[in-house]
């Protein structure tokens, strides 16, 4: 007993408790810090997964701690970026999205808001190729050789074994358009204005009616491909994410 009581008197033995104790509670933050950061990276990415059919990663930002992001339901930034194969019919699309200001406070009418969402949305000329065969049959022809992006003039040319179609990818509404050019159909009896409302179907699917008021602001042709970038600012979030079970368990 009194040999307890000199090492409770004893400085040194109270700073190694201290400095015990003092780890003890590091850890324990730090721990909590990577479990609760890993939960809420790994439930985006597979809601961001689901939704575009492809592999996704997420990652929310450093500062301030996610424990503190957590209680504070304030989220400053997330990043989501997916693997490039698809977002949904679409082959070879990738996204980059980023998402800033998120803050969860509970209304009638909404869960809460989002300051301001940027997506660049990258698909390449290969991608496109395969879209089309694949979703649009009746355009094949168009697309048996390749797929040429002209960055000039903002034009990407479908090319077959005897017809071609030259588009300039463009914002129409909330979403994209292959706008027709040119169109030269040797083989291929399907008039023009067909074509094209074929083209607006298919781009549709994947370019308008987002969520969130999420919207297209420009598109650009590269020599790779294609570049949009779609954003949306101060936008609410619905209080019921029933009918998109993606997002049901956010």
Known sequence: MKRKRRFLRDPLS??????????????????GELYVRHVADTKVAQ??????KDQATASFGVTPLMLWQQMTKHYTNISVQTAGNNIRDAK????????????????????????????????TSDGIK????????????????????HPADGTIEL?????????????SGTGLQLQIVSFNALGFTMPKE???STLDDFTAQFTKNYPLGIHADSVQVTDTGVTS??????????????????????
């Open 159 to 171: 090319k077959g074994m005897l017809d071609n179609i030259t588009a300039k990818p463009v914002v």
């Open 47 to 52: 809601a961001v997964a689901c939704e575009v």
């Open 229 to 250: 970038h779609f954003s949306t600012q101060n936008a609410s979030i619905p209080n019921d994410n029933s009918n998109d079970p993606c997002f049901a368990n956010l």
């Open 194 to 196: 067909s074509v094209q």
């Open 14 to 31: 109270i700073l190694l408790i201290c400095i015990i104790v003092f780890a003890l509670l590091i850890a324990g933050l730090v721990g």
């Open 130 to 149: 395969q879209s089309v065969q694949n979703a649009i049959p009746v355009l094949g022809p168009f697309v048996t050789n390749s797929v040429t992006t």
């Open 92 to 123: 070879g699309m990738k996204l980059n999205l980023n998402i800033r200001d998120v803050r969860l406070q509970s209304s009638a009418n909404s869960k809460g808001t989002i300051g301001s969402l940027d997506a660049t949305i990258s698909w």
